[in-house]
């Protein structure tokens, strides 16, 4: 079964609007991590946010923010004000466990994301 | 964000000879390195986790005797893929990650790719 399934495979977001990307996961281990890369074309793996499963409130790193819905095991990224430099592949990863036991990352298929002028 | 090194950045090479990637953290030492390789327009899939001092462990259906993975230090995880084919051209990235941790994010490489002619 897929553990982080996201759904949208590509999206398009006008210049300054905001974004939304979806991002799904399934566990059964009460301590988790959620991570948000960027991959532009390059190849880099880029991190961009971070969120514990233990977290009370929605990790935010400057535009992005994790809306984080425990309940519904739900790990959107919303991305603000987006600008042409944002127009990438955008994955969700989950490492269960604790974190400072290592543990490795499951990835999502990934969103392409492209920004419009 | 901590640095991750990987070198060569793309590498072409004949069939049947081998090749060395380097992964190196530049500013913290990592007991954990990951090797991960993707395929156009999908996602990463871990190949193997590399402990520092110790064999890697290798995920199911990746050929230990093929991608030959070594951590020989606190700051270098080296990946070799012997005899190498053209059904081996991917591309290879690695991350780099530190424990005792919370978060315990995962920094990558800026990736190899390889052509096997």
């Known amino acids: 079964a897929q553990k982080i399934t996201q759904t949208q495979p590509g999206m398009f977001v006008q210049e300054k609007e905001a974004v939304t990307l979806d991002c799904t996961y399934d566990t059964s281990d009460p301590s988790y991590g959620l991570f948000w890369y960027k991959q532009p074309s390059s190849g880099e793996m880029i991190f961009l946010i971070y969120?514990?499963?233990?977290?009370?409130q929605n990790a935010t790193e400057g535009r992005y923010s994790l809306n984080f819905q425990k309940a519904r095991k739900s790990a959107n990224l919303v991305i603000s004000a987006s600008q042409l430099g944002d127009s990438a592949m955008y994955f969700c990863a989950m490492r269960e466990g604790r974190g400072n036991q290592g543990g490795k990352l499951i990835f999502g298929q990934g969103t392409e994301l492209s920004v419009k002028p | 964000g901590a640095v991750v090194s990987q070198h060569p950045s793309w590498v072409i090479c004949k069939s049947g000879t081998s090749v060395k990637i380097e992964c190196r953290s530049l500013d913290f030492q990592a007991t954990t390195m990951f090797w991960y390789r993707q395929f156009p327009k999908q996602s990463l899939m871990l190949m193997a986790t590399s402990n520092e001092g110790s064999k890697a462990t290798y995920e199911q259906g990746v050929e230990k005797d093929k991608f030959l993975i070594n951590h020989a230090s606190l700051t270098l995880s080296t990946l070799t893929v012997t005899s190498a084919h053209p059904e081996d051209s991917s591309f290879y990235i690695c991350s780099a990650s530190r424990q005792g941790i919370a978060k315990n994010i995962q920094y990558f490489g800026a990736g190899t790719r390889l052509s096997v002619l």
């Open positions: 969120q514990g499963s233990y977290d009370q």
